[in-house]
């Protein structure tokens, strides 16, 4: 999308509470990486037209997906993992300010070692994979097993900044290179993906929707 329409379809987006602001306001402060707003609406126009009742979130950062998606969805309940310390201590601190977050359980910890602990709540109606990118294959194997019959999957971050697009040699940074190259490889194992119908929306930084077959 370019800068035009990107601000465009921003300034479209209705304004958010006060809390959702001060946490919109204290990423962009700190480098916190959270869904845009072009990106956030779209995820939660989806979960509208799904329904979940029980939304698994890998990667919370601060919180602040996981919030949206309650107050977009009254009826639902949400799990949502995440490893930085830092991080934890802040998305715990705007749960405990909004009655939001009697609906969001934040388990702590690497999501590639919290499967258990996730499988005591049973099976999910959606999961939402916004995480380490590198590990995206890894994610979507570990927890798609949990998800229920016709469930939905939601994956952000698949297009990395226009990135897979372009010729790997023009890309300095040997990490970011092996990064792209693990991106582009999950998005080709899961178009191909026997389970699932998988359609990949350049919205926002990239959101692969994958439907359970």
């Known amino acids: ?36 707003l072009i ?15 029980k939304i698994l ?21 949400i799990v949502t993992l995440e490893r930085d310390e830092e991080r934890i201590e ?21 999501a590639l070692e919290l499967q258990e602990k996730v499988e005591e709540y049973g099976q999910f109606d959606a999961i939402f994979i916004d995480a380490a990118k590198g590990q995206y ?7 798609s097993p949990l998800l229920s019959a016709h469930g939905l999957i939601i994956t952000d971050n698949v297009l990395y900044k226009g990135l897979v697009a372009m010729d790997e040699k023009v ?3 040997r990490r970011i290179r092996s990064l792209v190259r ?12 026997p389970d699932y119908h998988t359609t990949i929306l350049p919205i926002g930084d990239g959101v692969a929707i994958s439907l359970k077959k």
């Open 90 to 110: 802040k998305a715990r601190h705007y749960f405990q300010r909004s009655e939001l977050g009697e609906r969001i359980v934040l388990l702590t910890g690497d």
């Open 171 to 173: 890309i300095d940074q």
């Open 1 to 36: 999308m370019n800068q035009e329409m990107e601000s465009y379809l921003t300034s479209l987006v209705t304004e958010r509470n006060a809390l959702f602001t001060e946490m919109e306001l204290y990423a962009s402060e700190h480098g916190v990486p959270i869904m845009d």
């Open 39 to 53: 990106g956030m609406e779209a995820l939660l126009q989806l979960l509208r037209l799904h329904r979940p009742k």
């Open 182 to 193: 693990k991106i582009r490889e999950f998005n080709v194992w899961l178009s191909e993906h």
């Open 57 to 77: 979130e890998v990667g919370s950062a601060i919180g602040y997906s996981a919030l949206r998606m309650a107050h977009a969805l009254p009826e639902s309940s």
């Open 137 to 143: 294959r890894k994610f979507f194997e570990l927890y």
